[in-house]
């Protein structure tokens, strides 16, 4: 299993808008596009970043669903914009499950 953990730094004061916003329509969105995504989560340290969890069997799906869900109507007719409109940076890192992990 390939999992992918993404955070962003979001404007100041803007992470509420961010989370609503993820939840309510970027989740489902990705969602309806095939992934799955885990969960959301706020930090506890810096009331500007967010983080996601979203899970693939490998690479391969990966990179299509990741295509897919980038080349759609719902992200192009105004998630995109919303996003770097919200965020000032992020970061994607990619961890697979070792033996003894549960996931």
């Not at 989370?19 to 959301?40: I, Q």
């Amino acid at each position: 299993m390939l999992l992918e953990i993404r955070t962003y730094t979001l404007h100041p004061g803007k992470r509420p808008e961010f989370v609503a916003w993820f939840e309510e329509e970027v989740a489902p969105a990705m969602e309806a596009a095939g992934m799955t995504v885990l969960g959301s989560f706020e930090s506890i340290e810096d009331d500007d970043v967010f983080a996601y969890l979203r899970q693939f069997v490998d690479e391969e799906e990966r990179d299509r669903l990741t295509a897919a869900f980038y080349a759609s109507e719902a992200w192009r007719s105004g998630m995109k914009d919303r996003a770097l409109a919200l965020e000032s940076g992020h970061e994607v890192r990619l961890v697979r499950s070792t033996p003894r992990s549960a996931m």
